[in-house]
């Protein structure tokens, strides 16, 4: 509590980065998610990411595409196999075909960089219905938000920073609309979205992500 | 600290710059700004404007370059200040828009407490503009006070849709453009509230809560400072 009148507003102080370096990021995350879930559970994922990177931007940008990875084969994988009714089919449809279109765009600005895609992992959904799917749906939107917003000012590149803005502003849009759905605030977070560290997203993720 | 000086445009390219070659535009940059708004708008562009000098920063974006004032010049904080703003000028007119719409007493019920809660947060986002400015040793720009028609339930919520999506547009249209790290962790953290509540207004007109599909499209100073003219008293 010593540093709220260092920052340029109170309500911002979630927004503070402090020193994160590209290089750091990744690895920082990784370290302490594997200190909460145990180094052996997270390395295979991120040791995947990181061997088929070049570093910085494309690091990033391969997170962000094993998040859209997932939310994708959850709206168009797992959204159908439910059988999902009315504005739930609805919203998993259009979603669905724009998260695929994030993959996409993600894979070939990975590949513009000069770096490689990562593969997609195989992922478990535990929803069972459409109530379990739209409060995860909830959850994958918010985390997406977050994970756009925490990693967004680590990029060095200007144009993929346009791009990460351009998609994380559909997910908000997502998120907002999965939660009136469910009766939930559309903000939850008041007036300023919060950032997410990359350990908090894996923490969220990766019990979705078979090994 | 130029980062590419052989890009260095040959001419200035901010706003007031432009109002002043183009006159048609100036004239009704005038008559819009009125008497008591000019002072206070007209600060807020110049403001907006941070250095008369600009570079553009790829070799394709020459149309976008002209249209809008580039930081790469200018001292962080200057440029960074101008897009603060700005960002505060809309969030000015937010915010009233709401009070507005609030008065009004069209909404009842989970609709009015949404547009009660949507309209708190845009004036927490005027707070902390204002004190992003102050820090960064800026003058925090003047209220614009703006006019809404407000004339029923439908109308108002078309309105509040557009004025959403612009807010988004505008504040993804700047994100590129801003230096520090932590004043464009702020405007991130706005931008997708902003985003939430276009959304959130879509379902409310039964329009599509991703107007632009998969990828929100930016949008540039002079085009939201023209689209918000008609609101500027």
């Given at each position: ?39 052996a ?13 070049g ?7 391969n ?24 504005e ?6 259009v ?10 765009a ?39 938000v977050?994970?756009?917003?925490g ?10 920073l ?41 923490g ?8 | ?11 200035p ?6 109002l ?16 008591a ?77 949404l547009?009660?809660?949507?309209g ?11 004190a ?10 003047a ?53 939430r ?10 329009k ?26």
């Amino acid at each position: 509590m010593t540093t709220d009148q260092d920052l340029a507003s109170p309500q911002l102080a979630a927004c503070e980065v402090h020193g994160m370096t590209r290089s750091s990021f990744i690895l920082r995350g990784a370290l302490a998610a594997g200190a909460f879930y145990g180094t052996a559970s997270v390395a295979p994922f991120v040791s995947q990411a990181l061997a088929e990177t070049g570093g910085g931007d494309v690091e990033i940008l391969n997170f962000a595409l094993t998040l859209e990875y997932l939310e994708a084969d959850f709206y168009n994988v797992k959204g159908k196999s439910l059988g999902l009714s009315g504005e739930a089919k609805r919203y998993a449809k259009v979603f669905g075909a724009e998260e695929a279109a994030h993959v996409s765009a993600l894979s070939a600005a990975i590949e513009q960089l000069g770096g490689k895609p990562v593969a997609k992992p195989s992922f478990v959904f535990p929803a069972t219905s459409e109530k379990s799917f739209l409060a995860l749906a909830s959850v994958l939107e918010n985390t997406g938000v977050g994970a756009y917003n925490g990693a967004a000012p680590s990029l060095q590149s200007k144009q993929v920073l346009a791009s990460a803005g351009s998609i994380v502003q559909i997910e908000a849009r997502h998120a907002a609309a999965i939660d009136l759905l469910i009766g939930k605030s559309p903000t939850p977070n008041e007036g300023f979205d919060k950032p997410l560290t990359q350990a908090t997203v894996l923490g969220a993720v990766k019990p979705l992500i078979k090994a | 600290m130029l980062n590419s000086p052989d890009e260095e445009a040959p001419q200035p390219a901010g706003i007031v710059e432009r109002l002043v070659r183009d006159d048609v535009d100036r004239k009704r940059f005038l008559k819009m700004a009125g008497s008591a708004g000019a002072a206070s708008f007209g600060a807020f562009v110049l403001a907006a404007c941070g250095s008369s000098s600009s570079s553009s920063s790829s070799s394709s974006s020459a149309s976008t370059a002209a249209a809008t004032p580039t930081s790469t010049t200018a001292s962080s904080a200057t440029g960074d200040i101008g897009i603060l703003n700005y960002a505060l000028t809309l969030e000015y007119l937010e915010t009233e828009f709401y009070s507005k719409v609030v008065a009004s007493g069209f909404f009842k019920g989970k609709v009015g407490s949404l547009i009660k809660t949507f309209g708190a947060q845009e004036a927490s986002h005027v707070a902390a503009l204002k004190a992003a400015v102050t820090k960064l040793g800026g003058m925090p720009a003047a209220d614009p006070m703006g006019k809404f028609p407000i004339t029923s339930a439908t109308q108002v919520a078309e309105l509040a849709y557009t004025v959403e999506n612009l807010g988004a547009s505008a504040y993804l249209g700047q994100a590129a453009k801003i230096q520090s790290p932590e004043v464009l962790a702020s405007a991130l953290a706005i931008h997708t509230v902003e985003a939430r509540h276009a959304a959130t207004l879509g379902t409310l007109v039964k329009k599509s809560v991703t107007p632009q599909g998969a990828f929100a499209t930016p949008a540039d100073m002079s085009t939201v400072l023209a689209a918000v003219k008609p609101f500027l008293s």
